[in-house]
């Protein structure tokens, strides 16, 4: 027979409410009570009803993860499938269920959230930033629709969940320095995403503070295919170029592809980084040193602040930038050490 939430509050001596409001997530129940409901949740596995808690509060319990590119990207994509499964253990923590959507057409990015918006079947949305202008964002406005988005958007009264691109940037850039480097090329994304230009200001602004040329900068999508052709194209323009700092961990694939065919290899004649982390970059052969995001911090994060918007609470700031830190593994050789020439 099914645990109600009648059985747990007789078995841990309080009220339904009180089980109710630890199942919801609520503030109001001491750290030893809460505890000790979320231990009989967990060792009797009680499963709650969803749409029974749905019709009560009318709430669907649905959480809408909203990713404005092509599901073949989407789902191929390091960042975007580690993000996902972030917010999807956030959201299944708090008895919700997770509905994932994409754009039909990657200049479509409006099929990617309005028919959850038209059927109303999630209290609230966490979005991808990128590439949504100030008209999508002013049609979720007038929706009067709890949402939280991953990313910086043009909009400043949006809540939004970040990371530091261009203290990220800077980070990677300074250690290419501190290793030597002083022809480095920036290979990143195209330049109409926030992030992207915030990644390009931080490269540039050490470039140009060390009194170096911040002007080897290669945009090109983010396949592999067209990132080896833009490193190919690059190195014979810049062929003194010591190191190629990859913005994004999806171009780090086709630099190597390149480097392969050009018989280049990397880190004695190369150095390679990447701003993204990527599970492979550590049991590569070199392994590739990388700026973290934290996705699962920013998952976290961001499901969190959707949480507390759909309870109906206010939160303090619109929005929270996380820090970023530096892997450093193996692609990036010391040329202060080396013999040779620059």
């Known amino acids: 027979m099914a645990i109600t939430i009648k059985d747990l509050a007789k078995l841990a001596n309080v009220s339904k409410g009180t089980v109710s409001r630890v199942i919801n997530g609520s503030s109001g129940v001491g750290a030893e009570t809460r505890q000790r409901i979320l231990k009989l ?3 009797l596995d009680y499963q709650p009803n969803i749409s029974a808690r749905g019709l009560a509060a009318k709430r669907s319990y649905n959480i809408g993860m909203i990713i404005p590119h092509t599901g073949n990207y989407s789902l191929s994509s390091s960042y975007w499938s580690a993000l996902l499964t972030a917010v999807n253990e956030q ?3 708090r008895g ?3 509905l994932f959507s994409t754009a039909r057409a990657q200049d479509d990015v409006a099929s990617s959230y309005r028919t959850i918006l038209k059927r109303r079947c999630a209290d609230g949305l966490i979005i991808g930033a990128d590439q949504f202008g100030e008209e999508h964002l002013a ?4 929706m009067d629709f709890p949402f939280v988005t991953v990313g910086k958007t043009p909009n400043n009264s949006v809540y939004y969940v970040d990371v530091d691109n261009r203290g990220g940037a800077r ?3 300074e250690y290419l320095l501190d290793q030597g480097h002083r022809k480095i090329a920036l290979l990143t994304g195209p330049l109409e ?3 992207v230009q915030e990644r390009i200001q931080g490269f540039s602004q050490v470039m140009m503070a060390a009194g170096l040329s911040p002007h080897q900068i290669f945009h090109c999508p983010y396949q592999i295919q067209a990132a080896k052709e833009k490193t190919k194209d690059l190195l014979k323009l810049f062929p003194e170029t010591t190191a190629i700092f990859a913005a994004c961990s999806e171009l780090v694939w086709g630099v190597i592809k390149a480097a392969q065919e050009m018989k280049i290899k990397i880190p004695d004649d190369l150095s390679l980084v990447s701003f993204d982390d990527h599970p492979l970059f550590e ?9 973290s995001q934290r996705i699962n911090e920013v998952g976290r994060t961001a499901a969190e602040r959707l949480f507390e918007l759909v309870e109906g609470a206010v939160p303090a700031q619109k929005g929270i930038v996380l820090s970023t830190e530096i892997i450093v593994r193996r692609s990036c050789a010391n040329r202060c050490k080396s013999s040779h020439p620059h």
């Open 283 to 291: 049991v590569f052969s070199p392994e590739i040193t990388a700026v």
């Open 139 to 142: 049609e979720l406005l007038t």
């Open 41 to 43: 949740i967990k060792d």
């Open 193 to 195: 995403y926030p992030y």
């Open 96 to 98: 919700y269920n997770l």
């Open 171 to 173: 980070q990677m850039t």
């Open 91 to 93: 959201v299944m923590a």
